[in-house]
């Protein structure tokens, strides 16, 4: 719902594409508390179960870091919309950047001691010596001992962990450009509905033209589909009979012809 202080395209989209999300009523917002937090949880268990255990060549993990992450802001507290594309839902290039660094850094992070919000500009991890590997359920146990050691941290279970609605952890990051590349963006969007509003109005108008030119030449000269003699072909040099009344055979019998 905050994301709809983006402006007046972004209010007009969410409007269309996701009100139940963007401008919930009281029910809605209780369904939408009460669901997400329980897919999460179910995502966890199913990850957790023993029916992913079987086989050393594939397996399922949660990795988290969406599940708590805050919407960036920006020293004054406001959201930082150079994270998000001019529709204020979907992420830019500087969001999708973010997103994938975290994405990467929480597969080599044990499973029990993964983060589960993304921190802006932290450092790309890499494979150790002798962690070379992606993590997963079955070789955790010991680099997850070592990462309780090291932080201190209770064991975070991924069968009954369950994800917060909300962090305390607030991102900040400033650009001094951010919200001037963000209203540009969002002025060529304007720019570019008007301009194709524009040109479908124009195209609708000549069309109109077209067809009632059409309509009033063809009208001019056919009468219920008989060829009007008073309006000749341009290309027809014959002469031309003047149509009246003098020279038009009556179909109807006379009634002195009647015996």
Known sequence: QSLNSGGFVCETLHKRTCPCAAFPTPEEARILDDYVPQYHQLLLDLAASTR???RDDFTVVVQPFMAKTKIPV???NKIDFSYFAPDCFHFSGKGHAQAALSLWNN?????GGKQWFWHINEELKCPTKEYPFIFTKKNSAKALEEYQRATHAPSVSTSTAKPEKHTTKHHKHHKSHSDSSFSKMQL???ASLFLLILIL?????TKRQQI???VHGAGRRHLHGFTNPQYPDDNDNDEVEIWNRSNVNSGFTNKNDIP
Do not use: Q
């Not at 597969?107 to 499973?111: A, H």
């Not at 109005?201 to 108008?205: D, G, Q, S, W």
């Open 212 to 214: 009632r030119g059409f």
């Open 52 to 54: 992913y255990d079987g």
């Open 74 to 76: 920006k020293d004054n």
């Open 188 to 190: 060529v969007v304007l």
């Open 201 to 205: 109005f124009v195209l609708v108008i």
């Open 107 to 111: 597969m080599f992070e044990p499973v």
